[in-house]
């Protein structure tokens, strides 16, 4: 070790990253980060750094960060790889030495990022989701609990009156319309449920959600008790559904698992070192991306149902335009990406279902912003083909070769992008719900140049 790190304490690893003898004060540290001596070590950064140096044959020396329940602790280690036994095959252990160690206090959460984590919560258990306008009129909704079922499908058929006139607020006496900050935090009860739930609306856009609208979560006090299959889709039969029936039965777990991870990264359980926040959020992420292929292979079996259909009516592909722009508004922001919708004043209408043509444009919008450089632009951009209604999304990604322009809609194509948290599932389900309208996916793209998806729908 250098001389300006004297060394304060020794330990030795076996062959299986044991830590099999340690001086103090690394050995109370092993027990307060819940290992034992001997045991596997439990320090996660200094395990890292002797399975490197183990598997690697090489000398390391490096700094390291531990949380030892109450304060942060910072050490220099020096890792030396000890000769295995190689008539035997195997590898030898390590020898540690620790020198330079300091404790701190932990600091603690802004009120900011733990309002955020808190918010993150409750958008993993939330079992009804919505975007609504400025005056909390609902433009798109998604329920997965079957007691929400019926309050899914009056949000529906009603797009034009408040959210808030279809449950009952047994603590609020204004009366309607409520202004956002009196209902965000609120408990209502909803038609058709046993269960009490809780309000959260998120303002998008401006601060006081005038510009952007909300975003709406329902949480629920209790999980299901026993999950059922959810309402069957318009259009769809009622029968036996291996997706639609195990969809719900999944979500809740899942969902649970996410929230629960979300709690143990962002430290609202307690103090918590790095190492341990990041595989926390790794979980998380990996329990979204569970989620959302779920959620595919649900929408994938009711596309591909014999006797699915759509329910046609006459929409703006400007409105639903503008709305998709809306909802991944702060997404592509995060990623420095401009998103450029219709203006005001543009109009084009067309037939078909408004929240399956959402849904297709959600889609496409998310692809481009996930696949687009920092700094680009993402264009959404109508055209009025006489019979037919069009509308396009066109970034400036990577663009595709001529032979992937057919592949990018094929059931579970990836086209090799295997990290990108996708299920291969969006496209193929976007261009089956557009035929099912009468209308068509295509895209038009290079490699280099980016990419433009257009749908196309009836006019009206």
């Known amino acids: ?22 001086d103090e004060p690394l050995a109370g540290l092993q027990r307060r980060c819940g290992g034992e001596l001997p045991g596997t ?60 160690w300091q404790t701190a206090p932990r600091a603690p959460l802004s009120e900011e990022e733990v309002n955020d984590r808190k918010l993150e919560i409750d958008r993993g258990l939330a079992e009804l989701v919505a975007r609504l306008d400025g005056r909390q009129r609902v433009l798109a909704v998604d329920a997965h609990a079957p007691d929400l079922a019926d309050l899914a499908r009056a949000m529906r058929d009603e797009p034009g009156r408040p959210w808030s006139e279809h449950v009952e607020f047994p603590a609020v006496a204004h009366r309607q319309p409520v202004h956002w900050r009196l209902l965000d935090g609120a408990e209502c009860t909803v038609p058709g449920s046993d269960r009490r739930w809780t309000v959260t609306l998120v303002p998008i ?17 209790v999980p299901m008790a026993k999950a059922t299959p959810r309402a069957p889709e318009p259009g769809v039969k009622s029968g036996h559904s291996f997706g639609r029936e195990l969809t719900p039965v999944l979500r809740q777990p ?83 990406i401009d998103l450029v919708a219709p203006g005001e004043g543009e109009s084009l209408s067309a037939i078909a279902e408004f929240r399956r043509v959402l849904q297709i444009l959600l889609n496409l919008v998310g692809n481009a912003v996930r696949y687009s450089p920092e700094g680009s632009t993402v264009t959404l ?50 261009r089956r719900l557009a035929r099912a309208m009468g209308g068509d996916l295509t895209v038009a793209s290079e490699p280099g140049k980016g990419a433009t998806f257009t749908l196309t729908l009836p006019r009206a």
Not at 303 to 331: C, K, M, N, W, Y
Not at 386 to 401: K, Q, Y
């Open 254 to 336: 899942i969902a649970r698992i996410i929230a629960n991870a979300e709690t143990i990264r962002s430290r609202l359980a307690g103090p918590l070192a790095d190492e341990y926040s990041n595989y926390a959020a790794d979980i998380a992420a990996a329990g979204q991306h569970l989620l959302a292929l779920i959620e595919d292979l649900s929408d994938l079996e009711v596309v591909e149902a014999e006797d699915f259909a759509t329910a046609p009516d006459r929409i703006d592909l400007s409105d639903v335009a503008q709305r998709a722009v809306g909802i991944l508004g702060v997404r592509a922001r995060e990623r420095g």
């Open 205 to 221: 856009g401006q601060p006081d959600g005038a510009s952007g609208g909300f975003e709406l979560l329902l949480v629920a006090d």
């Open 381 to 430: 951009s109508l055209d009025d083909a006489g019979a037919r209604a069009a509308i396009s999304v066109t970034d400036e990604g990577p663009g595709l070769a001529e032979n992937q322009h057919e592949a990018v809609f094929e059931k579970f194509e990836r086209l090799g992008r295997n990290n990108d948290g996708g299920s291969g599932l969006g496209l193929y389900i976007s």
């Open 41 to 100: 070590l439990a320090v996660p950064q200094l395990l890292e750094v002797v399975r490197k140096a183990r598997t690697l044959g090489l000398r390391l020396a490096r700094t390291i960060e531990a949380f030892d329940g109450e304060d942060t602790v910072r050490a220099w280690v020096e890792i030396a790889p000890d000769n295995g036994d190689e008539a035997n095959g195997t590898d030898g252990g390590c020898s540690i030495a620790v020198g330079a």
């Open 1 to 22: 070790m250098a001389s300006a790190h004297a060394v304060i304490a020794r330990a030795r690893t076996d062959a299986l990253d044991r830590l099999v003898s340690a």
